[in-house]
């Protein structure tokens, strides 16, 4: 192998087989091998710090760090990736994909968790401790309704009336003084049960 040093083309080996080592202990390397580069750390950890500060950190066997103006953000573990901070997307349209039945979990105990099952969606409260309840908060109005808004289930307003619809149309309210019905709408006194379709049961309206 032949090691040219020029002091416009650098050093310079002719060979794939040469590298560029540093150390007492050759304890770094650097070289091209079937055409690819190759940066190899023998003793410690792999530091690149731009101005002294932290950049990329690799430690054998472990972790791979990333930094941001000298503090961690990113960080690969054994069970996948840590961030400190915040994960952003610049660009409208970009999001965060996951499979049917992969999970996202939130809390020290996995408490709230959201995924596809394949079948249905599913947003699952799993604590069963008294107090610690699913709570979904607006300073407005809450709807529920059909996926591009087509159709109205439930609207909740906010210092206001709860207000169901059957398809799309509103069946009944609360009110300051109870429940109320658009004209036309009441009780359905035949209205068949859910556990035995095809059957009627009689309805008892008691407290009003």
Avoid: R
């Avoid at 580069?37 to 023998?42: E, F, G, K, V, W």
């Avoid at 003084?177 to 008691?206: C, M, R, Y």
């Amino acid at each position: 192998m032949a090691l040219t040093i020029n002091g416009t083309t650098g050093i310079e080996t002719n060979t794939d087989t040469g590298k560029l080592k540093v150390g007492a202990s050759d304890d770094i390397s650097i070289y091209h091998s079937s055409g690819n580069s190759y940066i190899q750390n023998d003793t410690g950890n792999l530091n690149l710090s731009p101005g002294g500060n932290s950049g990329i950190q690799v430690i054998p066997s472990g972790a791979v760090k990333l930094a941001h103006n000298d503090a961690w953000k990113f960080e690969t573990t054994s069970s996948g990736a840590s961030i400190t901070g915040v994960l952003g997307f610049a660009n409208t349209g970009q999001c965060i994909s996951l499979g049917d039945s992969k999970q996202i979990h939130f809390g020290n105990g996995d408490d709230l968790q959201i995924f596809h099952d394949g079948t249905k969606s599913v947003i699952k409260h799993n604590n069963a401790t008294s107090g610690n309840d699913l709570v979904i908060e607006t300073d407005t109005k809450t709807i529920f309704q059909s996926v591009g808004g087509a159709e109205h289930h439930l609207i909740i307003n906010d210092d206001g009336a709860v207000e169901l619809y059957h398809n799309n149309t509103k069946q009944c309210e609360t009110s300051a003084n109870g429940l109320a019905f658009p004209s036309g709408k009441g009780i359905d006194f035949s209205a068949q049960t859910a556990s035995t379709p095809g059957t009627t049961t009689n309805e008892v309206l008691d407290g009003y």
